[in-house]
């Protein structure tokens, strides 16, 4: 039976407490995480999963946040004002917002038990792996894990329910960036006050031009 560190990648992507928030949101966009690993002095500390990055006070998850802003087209003069917005979001840490959720394995676990945090991570990918210290020496990938599941068809059925859900979020982000635009709502309101403007100046000029034909 093959152990973690059989299978893990030694190509190590993970952050520090000090990385600012949006540079680990922007890694994780960039190669298809859903979460990544927190680091110091090359022990792991913690790990960065998708509950952290649900910005406070708000219903908003980061990612798909900045994923919908990725695909969406930007009104030019609006998009200062979506800056201006996301400063507060944009000065963040990761040591801001990690909480005490440890997902990680050791090096000589069994695939089973990588399955088994896998799941209960809600499918954190990758998951880390460390050694008797806690330092990281790895970490595994999810198609790393499908490739040695072999005959383990209710973990693999659990495991691509969640890739469908991560992929389903995509192509609802990319059909809907197609068919629209964002506009803060003051022009947003402005647009439609001028659009019902046109409509009472045409109509008066339509009227004027019926009574003149009477005449």
């Known amino acids: 039976m093959k152990i973690a560190s059989e299978i893990m990648s030694k190509e190590i992507v993970s952050v520090t407490p000090d990385t600012p928030l949006i540079e680990a949101v922007d890694l994780m966009i960039k190669n ?3 979460g990544l690993p927190v680091i110091q002095g090359g022990f792991l500390i913690g790990t960065l999963v998708n509950q952290d990055l649900i910005v406070k006070g708000t219903s908003i998850h980061l990612p798909t946040f900045i994923k ?29 917002v990690v909480g005490r959720s440890f ?59 969640v890739s469908q859900k991560e992929k389903s979020v995509n192509l609802f982000l990319e059909k809907f960036s197609n068919q629209f635009m964002l506009v803060s709502k003051r022009r947003a309101r402005f647009w439609i006050i001028a659009s019902i403007l046109f409509v009472v100046v045409g109509f008066v000029i339509a009227f004027a031009l019926i009574l003149r034909i009477n005449k």
């Open 103 to 161: 997902f990680a394995v050791k090096e000589d676990d069994s695939i089973f038990k990588i399955t088994d945090i896998f799941i209960q991570s809600m499918g954190l990918d990758p998951i880390p792996v460390i050694d008797q210290s806690k330092i990281l020496v790895g970490i595994i990938r999810k198609e790393d894990l499908l490739k040695v599941l072999g005959d383990r068809e209710r973990d693999v059925r659990l495991i691509d329910d």
């Open 32 to 34: 298809g995480f859903t």
């Open 68 to 96: 919908l802003f990725g695909h969406l087209n930007l009104y030019k003069k609006d998009a200062s004002l979506i800056k201006e917005n996301l400063r507060g979001v944009l000065g963040l840490k990761v040591e801001d």
